[in-house]
């Protein structure tokens, strides 16, 4: 296994193309699986989520190329004529929560389906009860069996209108997917706005459904009986930008974030001005100035979108970590989403739980030490944390953070970061 090492102190300066945005392109690459015909999706950025997926996809039934369309970035095309299996394991599942959305193509196009429980995680409890409503609601039999949901349909699905008692990102995907192939009016109502559901819609509009109001908390969906093929793009990843921004927020110096959808980060872009950072930006670049290393303490509290992303609240703590003050830093969507806090103290910070708000005091110095990733965001956080203290930082189980972040040391140290991957005798 490899390990992260970063020896902290030194300003990020330059620019940073960001990639394709993993959490866009997890449902785009499933969505293809819902129709015979070929799908080209560019822009797929280099992760193992993304290779997780493919190999899974793969064991459905699907073919593909991915083809190097710059040094950065693929070029899927992917063309699934039959599904030849139905069951998603629970090795692939476990690895990556997203897979469990396979069920939606699966139950569409074979009938009956076989998908592993995800399981908790390192960040919660994260039921699926919602998606297994729709599918009842929707005519599917269900049943819980051997750690697998087991799904089937005697005749056609049928259209609902369903209402969310939370907006989650998953199960919206999830509703467009299924309904898109189910022939009526479907409606989901406090649905997720997030930009990824934009794009996944818009994914699906090509492909020959006619979705409407993604976007707004209302999406109205009318399914057709077949889908055809379609040529799309991945947006870039915000979050991938925020965690960028807030580094160099932290270290201190200039750096230009290009390829970016700036609509998307607006929230991020409000709270960096009230730490006092200093922010030029148009469409599509942010260029993030912090010449002193003095940061106003900021309350947040993490929201479905358009609201700070709980993806960017491990990051904003190491953030606050150095603030010149008290911050409170409030999690409202996941109810363990604070692994990170015990790492952050290991580097010197001081922060305290008190149930679902993590209290910061910021210190003027941190230092390096051995630390443990325990999930994405919160390896970006102790990345974050460990490029300002003083001295060298090891950072180990950094898959964690390849699930998520494409070539992050690469990109990093052409900013003038002192970051190397090593090999972890360790382990
Ligand atoms: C997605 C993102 C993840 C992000 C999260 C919230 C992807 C691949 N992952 O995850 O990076 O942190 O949105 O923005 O896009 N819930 C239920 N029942 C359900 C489903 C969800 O209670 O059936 C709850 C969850 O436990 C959680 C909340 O809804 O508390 C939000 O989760 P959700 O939006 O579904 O997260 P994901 O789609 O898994």
């Not at 469990?100 to 998908?115: H, M, N, Q, T």
Request: proline letters at 4%; glycine letters at 8%.
């Amino acid at each position: 296994m490899d390990l992260i090492q970063i020896k902290g102190g030194n300003f990020l300066e330059g620019e940073i193309s960001i990639s394709g945005s993993k959490n866009a392109s997890l449902p785009m690459i499933i969505a293809s699986l819902l129709t015979r015909d070929k799908v080209k999706i560019r822009n797929i950025p280099n992760l193992s989520d993304v290779s997780t997926l493919l190999k899974l996809i793969k064991s459905l039934g699907s073919e593909f190329e991915l083809k190097n369309e710059d040094n950065s970035s693929y070029k899927l095309i992917v063309q699934t004529k039959e599904i030849k299996n139905n069951i998603a394991s629970y090795d692939l599942v476990r690895k990556m929560r997203a897979s469990f959305w396979v069920l939606a193509p699966l139950i569409l196009r074979y009938g009956e389906a076989k998908v592993s429980l995800p399981g908790g995680c390192a960040i919660g409890i994260r039921p699926i009860n919602f998606y297994l409503s729709i599918l009842e609601k929707m005519g599917a039999s269900i049943k819980i069996k051997d750690g697998y949901v087991q799904a089937s349909i005697k005749s056609n699905l049928q259209p609902i209108n369903y209402k969310l008692d939370f907006p989650s990102v998953g199960v919206t995907h999830f509703f467009l997917m299924i309904s898109s192939l189910v022939e009526g009016e479907s409606i989901i109502r406090n649905a997720a706005m997030e930009p990824e559901i934009i794009s996944l819609a818009s994914m699906l509009n090509k492909m020959g459904a006619k979705i409407t109001g993604h976007g707004t908390d209302k999406i109205v969906i009318n399914g057709c009986s077949k889908l055809k093929g379609a040529d799309t793009k991945i947006p870039p990843d915000r979050i991938e930008a925020g965690t960028f921004a807030l580094a160099v927020a932290t270290t201190g110096g200039k750096l230009k974030l290009k390829s970016i959808n700036i609509k998307e980060i607006e929230i991020l872009k409000d709270v960096l001005k009230n730490t006092d950072v200093e922010i030029k930006s148009s469409e599509n670049f942010i260029e993030i100035i912090k010449k002193n290393r003095v940061i106003h303490p900021t309350d947040i509290e993490t929201k479905p979108y358009p609201g700070f992303p709980t993806d960017l609240q491990a990051q904003f703590m190491a953030l606050m970590a150095y603030s010149n003050g008290k911050s409170k830093i409030k999690e409202t969507i996941f109810e363990n989403r604070f692994m990170h806090v015990q790492e952050l103290v290991r580097l010197g910070a001081k922060i305290k739980l008190n149930g679902d708000t993590a209290i910061v005091n910021g210190v003027k110095k941190l230092y390096g030490a051995p630390l443990m990733a325990t999930d994405l965001r919160a390896s970006a956080s102790l990345i974050i944390g460990a490029l300002r203290a003083e001295g060298t930082s090891t950072i180990r189980r950094v898959y964690h953070l390849d699930r998520g972040f494409d070539k992050i040391e690469q990109k990093l140290s052409s900013c003038g970061a002192i970051i190397e991957r090593k090999r972890d005798n360790n382990e």
